[in-house]
């Protein structure tokens, strides 16, 4: 039936009947090329230029002479076989005898220079001039106290005194005259000091340290243990030791006999007039410092020669030992007058009627009466004169008015020691007697004489003294007038 229908289509000129199973493949191929999914796999690309050799893997010298050849045939038209000339031939030859020494550096040159320079790096690694991180102890005394401070060995001399002063409270101008000596040192014979104030100086402490850290863990065939050790820092300007014996304090001088006492002439003025003070005082007058004259006499250093005497000690003109000449001439000057005047204090606080706080050649300078021939003073004031002319009476109905009384104050002299005797007005040791001798050169006598002069700045510009003594002295003043016209009311 099927063969009679192809038949027919053969001769009407169509093709003929399909099959069905042959319409169903027709119908399930795509219609479009981008529809076909490949299924076979992807072929594997191929590599176009060949991997470099890396230089692990390289074991042969590369043959310059190749080279050579490879650029001749370059430069030789390309349809040329002609044989090489003797020229070729002889720069062919000189490139295969110089494949070891070839222009160009080749790759095991590179390998060398590369290993080379890892050996110069591994080797300063291991063998390097920079020292071992060391943290070391410094010791310093301040205040009666020892304070301790670490810095590396790596830090700089400028930051080391940086670090130093800051631990220490002052400034790096303080730390010029410092001088150390290392713990591990033998205590006997007794170490000195050695010189820190340089960046050479610094370096040296450094190299002795290490050294002496490097020598202890080489005992023991390596295994040696470094103790534990510091740094004592020392003021090399005066015995190279910040800690003073009490006996030294006591008798003034150390066992070398150098002064105690230690002056930083970075200090200031009143630091240093505090410090000759205690340095200074006696020991037969507690609270006072005093200056032993060759005769025996103890002559009170007043303010304003401790003031001058720490003024040039700042300005590195005086020393400790000795006053200087201002000094010494100011207590020459004033060493009489100022031991009859205490002669005199000691009279009048013994009762005696004689003594006077003036000798008898001032008494016409400042109004005073003569002294009596015959004996003291009466104690009853001499009898009112009468007027020169009869005066009016006044009325019966007012009364008369008293004259008020002025309130006696007590002697300058004898009121000054009182002051330093005194627990509470004394406790600072302003050691105000004194001042006594310049008040009776201006016949300033009585307590009553000192407040006429109102401002504490004209009496700092009498006594010589700075402004709050002068303060506190007239304020004391005041206080005893204001007393005694109490007293003095109460009476009457």
């Not at 080797?123 to 810095?151: Q, R």
């Not at 005259?177 to 040296?204: M, T």
């Amino acid at each position: 039936m099927g063969s009679k229908k192809n038949a027919v289509a053969r001769r009407r000129g169509r093709p003929p009947a399909r099959h069905s199973k042959a319409k169903e493949i027709e119908e399930q191929e795509p219609d479009s090329p981008a529809e076909i999914v490949q299924v076979t796999p992807r072929p594997k690309p191929r590599l176009i230029f060949k991997p470099r050799a890396s230089p692990k893997d390289m074991t042969a010298i590369p043959d310059d002479s190749e080279a050579a050849k490879l650029l001749m045939e370059l430069g030789r038209p390309s349809g040329d076989k002609s044989v090489p000339t003797q020229e070729e031939e002889k720069i062919l030859s000189q490139g295969a005898l110089a494949g070891s020494k070839s222009p160009t550096p080749s790759l095991q040159d590179h390998q060398k220079e590369f290993s080379f320079d890892g050996e110069d790096s591994t080797h300063s690694g291991s063998d390097s001039d920079e020292p071992e991180a060391l943290e070391i102890t410094y010791e310093a005394e301040k205040d009666g106290l020892v304070h301790d401070f670490s810095v590396m060995n790596t830090a700089s001399f400028s930051n080391f005194l940086r670090t130093a002063a800051r631990m220490l409270g002052v400034s790096i101008t303080h730390l010029g005259s410092l001088g150390y000596i290392p713990s591990f040192l033998p205590k006997n014979p007794k170490p000195l000091p050695r010189a820190l104030n340089s960046n050479d100086a610094y370096e040296k402490m450094l190299e002795k340290i290490e050294e002496y850290v490097l020598t202890a863990k080489s005992r023991n065939k390596g295994k040696g243990v470094v103790k534990a050790f510091s740094i004592r820092l020392v003021d090399s300007s005066g015995s190279g030791d910040m800690k003073k014996d009490k006996n030294e304090k006591k008798n003034g001088k150390s066992k070398d006999g150098t002064p105690a006492l230690d002056i930083d002439p970075n200090d200031k003025e009143h630091a240093i007039h505090k410090e000759l003070e205690n340095h200074y005082v006696c020991d037969s007058h507690p609270k006072k410092a005093c200056w032993v004259l060759s005769n025996g006499t103890h002559y009170q250093l007043t303010t304003q020669d401790l003031s001058t005497w720490a003024m040039l000690l700042k300005k590195h003109r005086a020393v400790i030992t000795e006053p200087p000449p201002p000094v010494m001439e100011n207590i020459e000057k004033n060493s009489g007058p100022q031991a009859a005047i205490k002669a005199r204090a000691r009279g009048l606080a013994a009762g005696d009627p004689w003594s006077s706080i003036m000798p008898p050649s001032l008494y016409g300078w400042y109004g005073a009466p003569p002294p009596p021939p015959y004996g003291g003073y009466s104690q009853y004031p001499p009898p009112p004169l009468g007027p020169a002319s009869p005066t009016r009476a006044a009325p019966a109905s007012s009364p008369p008015s008293t004259p008020s009384k002025h309130a006696v104050t007590p002697l300058i002299s004898e009121w000054l020691v009182s002051l330093d005797e005194d627990a509470e007005r004394g406790q600072d040791k302003l050691n105000f007697s004194q001042f006594a001798f310049a008040f009776l050169e201006e016949g300033i006598i009585r307590v009553d004489d000192l407040v006429d002069l109102e401002t504490p700045e004209r009496l700092q510009k009498l006594i010589m003294s700075n402004w709050g003594t002068a303060n506190r002295l007239l304020k004391y003043a005041r206080q005893e007038v204001a007393s005694c016209t109490k007293r003095n009311s109460k009476k009457a």
